[in-house]
């Protein structure tokens, strides 16, 4: 049973899997483990991210293919939730609709670059996302008439996943009954089937056939794949995922805007969670995941207490200010791509 | 039984498309800038942005001239790249706030000589960084596109967040010289004279380059490289010390461009090489990575089409590049003129 919902792909390492099953208990979990509004939007937060950085392994990790336009695909289904609930009211079937639009928005555009870039060459790829991804962020930002520019949009999402909406009476381990519970399990019951679907894709055939490509494209042509067309539909399939893992994130905050859902920095956390997690692994992304948002959350905190200690000292209070905390983990960054290129999942593997 | 056809050479003057396709890049050029008197209404506006789309599209090329050498001689793609140009900018606009006395004075030699400091001192620091930069970070993963990308991406992350360390959050303004304030009318046309400016030095780089390039014994080694490297380094020409000097030279105009740029919007900020990073990807393939004139032609093309398109239609001028670059690669799916092969 097991085995078969991990579609084979079992964690291979004691460490590993106990890491594993603590972060599914705790996510699973979380609204009674950690009550607390902040902890629960954290929780969330890792929830979508785990999806959002999987889809990107898909592409990086199995497709060998570097993309820097991912926040534009979960930007188009975070404001495909968003329009739609504007535009045709509040109502799971405004979401639905927005969902499944944003994701076949992102799909096209995906198969557009990915047929202009990638039948030249991969590195071409990278280039021709970057540019695009910044230009539509531009174009969001500055057709304010539609998509409510720098300030994004606010609207409404179904009552029964508002705090408002009560389906029992009474507290259960002190948890009120509310639309907010529902929303959670939403939001965590889509992002494990997302993610066991992409665990399933990866080792299917097709998986097979990408990981053949990243390994030796001019050998996997000569056996007779069409490396283009698995490149341009492994791009498409986690253009489309990460739409998905968009349009949960517009549901969970109810608003959408430049900086929650298409900057820049969004896009760099996600090459950096990927890996330091481990390209290649699905498991690498929930590992990656949750250790960023930790860092983020905890490290500031460490910074600035390091930063205290030296106080005095020229240069380096400022080295360790806590906002600073970007660049230590471009430096761990660097680091694993040399040393650990296949992240922390590969090294507890590897070390079982 | 003889069944293969019989053998009828023919002998053809080459049509005039033939002849022309070579020529072709050059030929846009000009017909972007007819194409832009034609649909703008009246000749003065043209002749002003004309100049600034050809001074934009000057810095562009100084700034991504060194990243398409780069990867035509060793095939390496630098992500990092735009962090020369933001270092380039600080380090000159530091130099000028420095030179304040003569930055004020309204003389243009003492203007001049206080830039010239600046670009210097730019181009030193950011040719340094440069060594480092390759030693450090690109070395260690030759022959890996993948892994090329995200550790040059990791140094532009870096070097971004250590520029805020060293010069602070915030964004620096800076008022261009005293002599290279305002413009000069001609024909009727007001053109800012830093612009002009531009347009020179950018001219001055292209023609140095292209004789670097064509006329010396080691332009001869980059361009034999660029097409072959094993067979250049069989006849005992030690490739890695030129792809070192290629890559000093490319970090120390990249870092040019970054005063130059500093300069021309007022202000910088940590970011604007990854801003500008946007701007030489485009230029540098639509130009065919690896090939200095695509780069020099396509960063014109960037710059005028940017231009014209603003000041007809400011809400398309965002898109206007990224359409240049389908069209083009619709064209010419390799750049206009390719020179590496696809390896």
């Known amino acids: 049973m097991l085995h078969k919902l991990l579609s084979g792909d079992m964690p291979r390492s004691t460490v590993l899997a106990g890491l594993l099953i603590t972060i599914l208990i705790c996510l699973a979990f979380a609204p009674f483990i950690f009550p607390g509004v902040r902890s629960v939007d954290t929780a969330a937060r890792i929830c979508i991210f785990i999806v959002l950085v999987a889809s990107y392994d898909l592409m990086l990790g199995y497709g060998g293919i570097v993309s820097f336009a991912h926040t534009m695909f979960f930007g188009l289904g975070a404001y495909g939730v968003a329009l739609a609930s504007t535009h045709i009211g509040r109502g799971f079937d405004a979401i639905l609709i927005g969902s499944v639009a944003g994701a076949l928005i992102a799909a096209l555009l995906a198969l557009m670059i990915g047929l202009f870039s990638l039948r030249v060459r ?86 097979r056939v990408l990981l053949a490509i990243r390994e030796n494209d001019f050998r996997a042509e000569a056996i007779g794949y069409r490396v283009v067309h698995y490149r341009v539909a492994a791009t498409c399939i986690s253009a489309a995922i990460a739409a998905l893992a968009g349009s949960l994130y517009a549901i969970w905050l109810r608003y959408v805007g430049p900086d929650t859902s298409l900057s820049m920095e969004i896009m760099i956390d996600i090459l950096l969670m990927v890996v330091i997690g481990g390209m290649g692994t699905m498991y690498g992304a929930v590992i990656g995941v949750t250790l960023f948002v930790l860092a983020q959350n905890y490290l500031q905190g460490l910074m600035n207490i390091a930063s205290g200690a030296v106080e005095g000292i020229p240069i380096l209070p400022d080295l360790l200010n806590a906002d600073r905390w970007l660049l230590w983990l471009g430096v761990l960054f660097i680091l694993s791509v040399y040393f650990f290129p296949t992240g922390i999942v590969g090294r507890l593997r590897q070390g079982k | 039984m003889n069944t293969a056809p019989d053998h009828t050479p023919t002998m053809a003057r080459m049509s005039w498309a033939e002849r022309l396709s070579p020529y072709a890049p050059v030929l846009l050029i000009i017909g972007l800038v007819l194409a832009g008197l034609i649909a703008i209404p009246s000749t003065s506006s043209w002749l002003t942005l004309t100049v600034s789309g050809l001074a934009m599209g000057m810095m562009i090329f100084i700034m991504a001239s060194g990243l398409t050498l780069v990867f035509g001689l060793m095939d390496v793609i630098n992500f990092g790249h735009g962090a020369f140009v933001s270092v380039g900018a600080f380090v000159g606009v530091s130099f000028l706030l420095m030179l304040e006395h003569m930055t004020g004075a309204p003389s243009l030699a003492l203007n001049l000589t206080a830039m010239l400091v600046a670009i210097i001192g730019a181009m030193l620091a950011t040719a340094a960084m440069g060594w480092a930069f390759e030693r450090v970070i690109v070395k260690p993963v030759y022959g890996h596109h993948l892994k090329q990308i995200l550790v040059t991406m990791g140094g532009l992350i870096v070097v971004e967040q250590l520029i805020i360390v060293l010069w602070g959050p915030e ?80 970090s120390a105009l990249a870092g040019l461009g970054g005063v130059l740029w500093g300069l021309y919007q007022e202000v910088i900020t ?38 014209y398109v603003a000041f007809l239609e400011p809400k398309v001028a965002l898109i206007s590049n990224i359409g240049l670059m389908v069209a083009i690669l619709m064209w010419r799916p390799m750049g206009m003129i390719p020179v590496v092969k696809a390896k």
């Open chain 1, 122 to 207: 991969a590195i071409f790829f990278a280039m021709i996302t970057l540019a695009v991804a910044s230009a539509v962020a531009v174009l969001v930002s500055q057709m304010s008439g539609l998509t409510g520019g720098e300030d994004g949009l606010s609207y409404k999402i179904p009552r029964a996943l508002g705090p408002a909406f009560k389906f029992a009476d009474g507290t259960l381990m002190g948890v009120k009954m509310n639309g907010k519970l529902l929303k959670y399990y939403l939001i965590f019951f889509s992002c494990l089937a997302l993610f066991l679907l992409m665990l399933r894709l990866v080792h299917s055939p097709f998986g």
């Open chain 2, 171 to 250: 964004e620096i303004f800076i008022t261009r010289p005293e002599a290279l304030k305002g413009a000069i009318t001609f024909a009727g046309a007001a053109l800012e004279k830093y612009r002009l400016v531009a347009v020179g030095i950018g001219l001055v780089v292209f023609l140095a380059m292209r004789w670097v390039l064509r006329s010396t014994k080691i332009g001869l080694i980059v361009r034999a490289g660029v097409e072959n490297g094993e067979m250049v380094e069989a006849l005992g020409y030690r490739l890695r010390l030129v792809f070192v000097g290629v890559f000093l030279a490319g």
């Open chain 2, 270 to 307: 940590a970011h604007m090489g990854n801003q500008t990073m946007i701007l030489i990807f485009i230029v540098v393939i639509i130009g065919g990575l690896g090939s200095v004139e695509g780069c020099f032609i396509g960063a014109l093309m960037v710059g005028l089409l940017q231009n």
